[in-house]
């Protein structure tokens, strides 16, 4: 998945948490098999997060093209086109548009700082333009992602019977059972 040296806090050159989990939530959905879907439950717990925050990061996903989702039983989220099609330049884009630079105009100087960030931010843009979701599905089965076997296993075990005696349901019935012969008790 993405590599976490390009996570930081805000700094415009880096990638913002929030396009780092849509990042890897698109890597994991590239990952299932074609025609399948992914409910947000599933989602979030692949990439642990709450489901809450996976919701909103699909709707923001849905709203640019990148997910599709599908209604009723059986439905969840599915890409909305090829992972080999989505850079990651096109998320960082879409989900955190960064402002323009200001431009200066007249004599004034433009500082280091500033021109080696410009560039730095170049650089990241060309790098994200051409490292696409697709380039990390095959890194990312290789960790083999866990996955349900069947669609409605909730890994539950059966539970074994348990025993349960007969018994009076109140206080006022207890006198009539205890009267009664120990061997119409059942067990």
Request: overall charge negative; aromatic content about 8%; hydrophobic content about 45%.
């Amino acid at each position: 998945m993405i590599d976490s040296a390009l996570r930081s806090g805000g700094h415009p050159c880096m990638l913002s948490k929030k396009v780092f989990h849509a990042v890897n939530a698109l890597v994991v959905m590239a990952c299932l098999p074609v025609g399948s879907t992914i409910t947000t439950a599933d989602l979030a717990a692949q990439v642990g997060l709450s489901v809450s925050y996976v919701e909103s990061l699909l709707k923001a996903l849905r709203e640019h093209g990148f997910v599709r989702a599908t209604r009723g039983p059986g439905g969840g989220y599915d890409l909305a086109r090829s992972a080999d099609s989505m850079s990651v330049w096109s998320v960082v884009t879409a989900l955190d548009p960064y402002p323009e630079p200001p431009v200066l105009q007249g004599e004034l100087q433009i500082d280091l700082e500033q021109a080696l960030g410009q560039s730095l931010e170049r650089e990241l843009q060309a790098f994200l333009s051409e490292t696409f979701i697709g380039d990390h599905v095959s890194e990312t089965l290789s960790t083999s992602l866990p996955r349900k076997a069947k669609v409605w296993d909730f890994g539950f075990k059966p539970m074994a019977p348990q025993w349960r005696p007969e018994a009076p349901n109140s206080v006022f019935q207890l006198s009539q059972f205890m009267a009664a012969p120990a061997s119409t008790w059942r067990a």
